[in-house]
């Protein structure tokens, strides 16, 4: 079974006046690139919420985000607002009314300078903390959010396995259609040579040496063969679907470095096959090719 690396998963919870929300991004990437936003109530357990998604998260680049939002329906006082200074404001105002007539400036423009000005916004002291209650509810979002997420990656893994054994089936039906025109081609060259040699010999007026003609022949028809590079590229085709159903982390990595290893052979395939239409075939497998190697960075 393979995983995507493309992933989401969100869950949430309610406290007191407030609810938490955790939510999982993921794109591919080559480590684990933990990107994490948290609420500042949160902010002192930062440490321990990215090592408790350091290993689960495995691979990919993933973005986390931790916020809050206020419920409506509670009594308590707002924490999201700011305080005014009022007795600033009242100084600032009083200070710049006695001034408007002299300046010259729009009484409008009074309220929006003002609260610009030092010590009119109040930063506020009662800063809340989260307590231990609190924090038990976060760690079991975190954690519902991660089992989501990875639902999502076996779904999302799942659809590129199909698309996978679906690509891998077409690579082996193009190297079936190799074998007939691999025996046309060997007895092609080989009536080529001999016709070749016979108008050599009669320019000449030289006898060829048939033993050495043969074994040269066998030695260039060789040369040419492609019998083992349909093993290999058949090799490769059956491990490519063993290390999908396989267990284990790497899988991507894995498929990534058996794709180039197809390259390789087909690759070989093209530059002996001195014929047309063998090598029509060898580019369509190396347009397959380049799909499966495209979605093989998604692969955890």
Known sequence: MILSMTGYGKSEYTYADHKTIVELRSLNSKQLDLNLKVN????????????????????????????TQQLD????????????????????????????????????????????????????????????EEWALLQQAVMQAVEAFRAFRIQEGAALE??????LNGIQALLEEVEPYEKGRV?????HLLQNLDKLAEETKQ????????????????????????????????????????????????????????????????????????????VKMKDILEQIKEQVLNVL
């Open 40 to 67: 500042n109530l949160f902010r002192d357990k930062e440490a321990d919420i990215r090592s408790m998604l350091t290993t689960p998260l495995e691979r990919g680049k993933v973005d986390v985000s931790i916020y």
């Open 162 to 167: 199909c698309m996978f054994n679906e690509k």
């Open 187 to 191: 007895e092609k060259i080989k009536q």
């Open 207 to 282: 006898k060829i040496d048939q033993n050495r003609l043969e074994a040269e022949m066998i030695y260039y028809l060789e040369k040419l063969d492609i019998t083992e590079e349909k093993v290999r590229l058949a090799n490769h085709l059956r491990y490519f679907r063993e290390t999908m159903n396989g267990d284990g982390t790497g899988v991507g990595k894995k498929l990534g470095f058996i794709a180039q290893e197809m390259g390789r052979e087909i690759n070989t395939l093209g530059s002996k096959s001195n014929q047309s239409e063998m090598q029509i075939i060898v």
């Open 73 to 132: 329906n509670t009594t308590a006082p707002s924490t999201s607002f700011t305080p005014i200074n009022k007795e600033a404001f009242a100084y600032y105002y009083h200070e710049l009314t006695d001034l408007q007539d002299s300046l010259g400036f729009s009484a409008k423009d009074i309220v929006s300078a003002i609260l610009r000005l030092p010590d009119v916004v109040k930063t506020s002291t009662n800063e809340v903390v989260m307590n231990e």
